[in-house]
């Protein structure tokens, strides 16, 4: 204990005894083991609280991180589901695209028109005359 062999340990209590007396010696070893006793005690609870606080701010942090994202979940999904936004964004594409969409859903759509005939185009061949042909070839 404390670096203390047994020669010194041996030596300190035979001090002691010769300054206490047999009498008071038994006393004082037993007040002695109640400090070293209460000291024991207090160094453990204060690590024990100090590990307890440690894990209650790791706990804290973790929760303020989880309110975090919440909050910025919420203001993304507030922000998509906002219909003046939404209203203003159709408003903006449709001056964009210049056109009017406001009676496009009052009136009846007219029936769609049949479509046209396919035109059939066909071409004749030309018969190539054979002296130019020939004349190419020399």
């Given at each position: 204990m404390f670096g203390m062999g047994f020669a010194e340990i041996l030596i300190i209590g035979i001090?002691?005894?010769?300054?206490?007396?047999?009498?008071k010696l038994p006393e004082t070893m037993v007040e002695i083991a109640k400090f070293f006793r209460s000291v024991k005690k207090s160094v453990s609870s204060a690590k024990a609280s100090l590990e307890e606080e440690l894990h209650i701010a790791d706990i804290?942090?973790?929760?303020?991180?989880?309110?975090?994202?919440?909050?910025?979940?919420?203001?993304?999904?507030?922000?998509?589901?906002d219909m003046t936004e939404v209203g203003a964004?159709?408003?903006d594409a449709k001056q964009a695209a210049n056109v009017d969409i406001s009676g496009a859903f009052a009136e009846e759509t007219p029936a769609?028109?049949?479509?046209?005939?396919?035109?059939?185009?066909?071409?004749?061949?030309k018969p190539k005359p054979e002296t130019e042909s020939k004349e190419d070839n020399s």
């Open positions: 001090i002691a005894i010769l300054f206490l007396g047999p009498d804290k942090e973790e929760a303020l991180n989880y309110k975090k994202e919440l909050t910025s979940a919420s203001s993304e999904l507030g922000r998509m589901t964004e159709i408003r769609p028109k049949a479509a046209p005939k396919p035109e059939v185009v066909t071409f004749a061949k």
